[in-house]
């Protein structure tokens, strides 16, 4: 399983299967370093073809309870959250906000106390990920593994999440982590229907990364907006 070269953002992916294209990574205009609307993010989501779409602000959940209201069958609500001690990590299927700077084993415990799904996401970016020697310790914490990120720009990191969640018998996910309305859905997880976060785990135990990374302009663009609303602030 890995990232396919063709296909990407601009076009439907699905070719009537009966499977839906899942983006379980994205942001909007509560997240500092980004400028998108929870309504352009659901339009754009649609526009490419997307069946669901995870909105995950960090440290936010605003955003997606925004994008549900506009959209509810598209809309997993979730929430990327700053840990203490690690990694982020993303909760999906959540009803509440969790606060950030809780260790990482309290966050996991907070989401799935929610009845949410603790998804680790870039696992192993060297700009933003962790050490095997870390998760090793705390893999009872992790419900899904990202496996293609399109910003992270490093496909030995995506090798080395792949081969770590199969030692574990964890499903793979995969997300474009957008900040920019152009990069939403150029990494999807395509996977049969589910109704609930059960349904969600066990169909992503079958389901099929597809998408191609995001152009390294993304970062700039996240810049960009981190200083904007710094300055709006």
Do not use: K
């Not at 500092?32 to 339009?43: K, M, N």
């Not at 526009?47 to 955003?63: K, M």
């Not at 690690?86 to 106390?113: K, N, Q, V, W």
């Amino acid at each position: 399983m890995g990232p396919d070269s063709g296909g990407g953002g601009e076009r439907r992916l699905v070719t009537g299967d009966g499977r839906w294209d899942v983006d379980l990574h994205t942001h909007t205009d509560r997240s500092p370093d980004c400028l998108t609307a929870p309504g352009a993010l659901v339009g754009r989501a649609r526009e490419v073809g997307l069946d669901r779409l995870a909105v995950t602000d960090h440290d936010r959940i605003e955003g997606a309870f925004a994008a549900r209201d506009i959209d509810p069958e598209l809309v997993i609500v979730g929430e990327e959250v700053r840990t203490s001690d690690g990694p982020e990590l993303i909760g999906l299927f959540l009803e509440e906000h969790i606060p950030p700077g809780r260790s990482f084993r309290e966050t996991a415990d907070a989401i799935r106390e929610q009845g949410g799904v603790t998804y680790l996401p870039h696992p192993f970016d060297p700009r933003r990920g962790t050490t095997e020697s870390f998760l090793e310790s705390r893999v009872d914490c992790v419900d899904l593994v990202e496996g293609f990120n399109a910003r992270t720009h490093d496909d030995e990191a995506h090798r080395r999440a792949e081969r770590w969640a199969a030692d574990r018998d964890l499903p793979l996910g995969a997300g474009s982590d957008a900040h920019l309305l152009r990069a939403v859905g150029r990494g999807r997880l395509r996977l049969r229907p589910f109704d609930g976060p059960t349904e969600f785990l066990e169909s992503a135990r079958e389901g099929e990364i597809r998408g191609r990374e995001s152009s390294w302009l993304v970062h700039l663009g996240s810049t960009l907006a981190r200083l904007f609303g710094t300055i709006r602030g």
